[in-house]
């Protein structure tokens, strides 16, 4: 039996669409519309497990 290849690594970035700010990740993730950046930021870096 073949080893199992690791989960991807999780890569959370924030985007912004109008006056809101969202935090995507390359396994799907997206997170809430957030109006203040840093909260958007916080998000991706929990899920990213940071």
């Known amino acids: 039996m073949p080893p199992s ?3 991807p690594a999780h ?4 985007k912004e669409k109008g006056a809101f700010s969202f935090a995507t990740c390359t396994c799907g993730w997206r997170g809430p ?3 203040a950046r840093e ?3 916080r998000d991706a870096a929990e899920h990213a497990g940071s």
């Open 33 to 35: 519309s957030r109006r």
């Open 39 to 41: 909260r958007a930021r």
């Open 5 to 7: 290849e690791p989960p």
């Open 11 to 14: 890569h959370a970035t924030t």
